[in-house]
């Protein structure tokens, strides 16, 4: 199991916020356990953080742990104070991982200017983790979906850069080496340091020598090549990974195509180092704005490195969050939340006390539970989708689960799961899980009610379905498909989002199991079906035939009772 730090960074800066609002719905699992250091703002729902005062006491990949070191200072105004607290975290941080409790440390921003009124010596991140490691060589590099990029130098004034190339050698290597353990078989490219890459020595010598260190390298079969003019590279090369000679020349356009989606990895450390891509942000500090995505990334990347599985995947619903709630606002929300109640109603004769939603989405259903005076609790997969659900009015209390793994709290009047959720199970291993999980948070005599899309549905309103979503900002292609062998319904979305100058282009694949009613009825044996309806219609369509239910609805809802 390996032990992941977040420091929290400057605490005036947007630090704290970004790491309060990433690990509220951290998805957790058994492989890490994850310990802030630092500065957190509290929260009522999503994951259980518990205060520690040393991290031996962090046990549990359940929960979130937190070393508190802070004091009271003013946000968004950076002050020899602050300084003072992120360079303790830093240093408390440091301690842990020396002594090897610390597998790797994901770290927030930092101002070097606040920090270098009480240590004036102090360079920034990367020079600190070099330093108190006593690793001789590091590289300071970043990791995004367009290109990645390693520099040669990191803190240093334009006047420095060409007194600094004169022992790249070794830093070549190190780039060379930690690259591969990366990505498979990278092309690795070089940017050069003068204007035109030095024009055969027209323009400083230091191009002239560099092709001299990758003449040598190639004879080693080290393949890195260059170096290229760094003016025309972007527009015309195409390589895994770039390095650049200094911080500007690289970070300039990686940061204009990756902005929150890159992530700063500190390579040549004996532990593993991830950051942001970016900084304090004291202007919008304190204002709950700023955004937790390239910390997101930081996590993931941190994850990534430390698994023996080496890959990233993209979650269901990761993009299309945020657009979701515009593109599905014509689903009839209001007409499904008031007939859950009313069918528990029906059989209750009275309201339900507690209310679990699984797989609520952005909680469309919850908010409306919630303003009818219930209490709901809300689970979902996708952590994109529970940030959107937190920004809404009368939300419920949310938290990060899989509705094929056990909840901790029990003991439920109603459970729900609507809107093709139950379809989202491909599998009926899967299903029975998720029923047995039902059955077990659920109240004597609790009902569950869930719908499912039909095969009747797929055919007529699903197979060949295509349409277009086109704002300023964003487009997207959605598609589907039914695979009528496998019962399989088939969604594509294909998004092209506007960055800066250009459009990104990401892909979803959705997969839906449509189930014929019979195996609905086969698969739900433990509970008793008190009915099946079609929304709209008040007949219990319970005593009719299966093969009728297929071919006549589109939608069907089962109240099922414990």
């Not at 130098?153 to 830093?171: C, F, R, V, W, Y």
């Not at 092709?211 to 895994?240: C, H, M, R, S, W």
Request: hydrophobic share 40%; aromatic share 10%.
């Amino acid at each position: 199991m390996n032990i992941i730090a977040i420091t929290t960074g400057d605490p005036a800066g947007i630090g704290p916020e970004i790491t309060t609002k990433m690990i509220r719905f951290l998805p957790l699992n058994d492989e890490n356990i994850y310990v802030v250091y630092g500065k957190l703002f509290p929260f009522a729902d999503g994951n259980n953080v518990i205060e520690i005062l040393k991290i031996s006491e962090a046990i549990s990949p359940h929960n979130i742990y937190w070393i508190k070191i802070d004091e009271d200072i003013e946000i968004g105004k950076p002050t020899k104070k602050s300084g003072k607290i992120s360079h303790k975290i830093l240093q408390k941080c440091s301690e842990d991982l020396m002594a090897k409790k610390i597998d790797a440390v994901v770290t927030c921003p930092i101002s070097k200017e606040a920090i270098q009124e009480t240590y004036p010596d102090f360079v920034g991140h990367t020079e600190f983790f070099a330093q108190i490691s006593k690793s001789e060589k590091v590289i300071m590099s970043f990791w995004g979906p367009h290109f990645n990029l390693a520099l040669l130098t990191t803190h240093l004034p334009i006047s420095q850069i060409s007194a600094n190339m004169q022992n790249i050698e070794a830093k070549l290597r190190l780039i060379y080496v930690e690259s591969h353990k990366i990505l498979s078989n990278p092309k690795i490219a070089i940017l050069g340091i003068n204007p035109h890459a030095g024009e055969n020595g027209k323009f400083g010598k230091d191009d002239v020598q560099m092709e001299q260190v990758l003449a040598k390298l190639k004879k080693e079969n080290i393949a890195i090549d260059g170096p290229f003019p760094a003016d025309t590279f972007f527009a015309t090369k195409q390589y895994d990974v770039v390095i650049s000679a200094y911080h500007d020349q690289g970070l300039i356009p990686f940061k204009m195509i990756s902005h929150e989606s890159g992530v700063n990895v500190t390579l040549g450390l004996p532990f593993v180092r991830t950051s942001v891509d970016h900084g304090t942000a004291f202007d919008i500090a304190g204002k709950g704005v700023a955004s937790e995505k390239s910390l997101v990334k930081a996590i993931k990347f941190a994850q990534f490195l430390l698994s023996s599985k080496k890959q990233i995947g993209a979650e269901n619903y990761s993009f299309l969050a945020e657009y979701y709630d515009e593109y599905m606002s014509e689903v009839p929300y209001d007409e499904w939340a008031e007939f859950v109640v009313q069918k528990y109603i029906e059989l209750r004769g009275q309201n339900p006390q507690n209310v679990l939603e699984l797989a609520c989405g952005t909680a469309e259903i919850s908010t409306r539970l919630v303003r009818k005076g219930l209490a709901v609790d809300a689970v979902d997969s996708s952590r994109e989708m529970l940030n959107i659900a937190a920004q809404k009015t009368d939300c419920p209390k949310l938290y990060n689960h899989k509705i094929t793994e056990k909840f901790t709290k029990k003991g439920y009047d109603l459970a729900l799961l609507i809107f093709d959720s139950f379809n989202y199970l491909t599998q009926k291993t899967e299903v029975q899980k998720m029923l047995e999980n039902v059955h077990e948070m659920l109240h004597p005599n609790g009902l569950f009610i869930f719908d499912i899309s039909t095969v009747q549905n797929c055919r007529e309103n699903i197979d060949g379905f295509i349409n277009i979503f086109d704002k300023k900002d964003v487009y997207f292609v959605h598609e589907s498909d039914f695979l009528e062998d496998e019962k399989i319904q088939e969604t594509h979305f294909t998004f092209f989002r506007k960055k800066g100058y250009q459009f990104t282009k990401k892909v979803e694949l959705h997969r839906q199991k449509i189930y014929d009613v019979s195996e609905i009825l086969e698969m739900t044996q433990k509970f008793k079906i008190k009915g099946i309806y079609s929304v709209g219609k008040p007949e219990n369509l319970i005593e009719k035939s299966s093969q009728y239910l297929d071919e006549n609805f589109g939608r069907l809802f089962f109240v099922l009772e414990k």
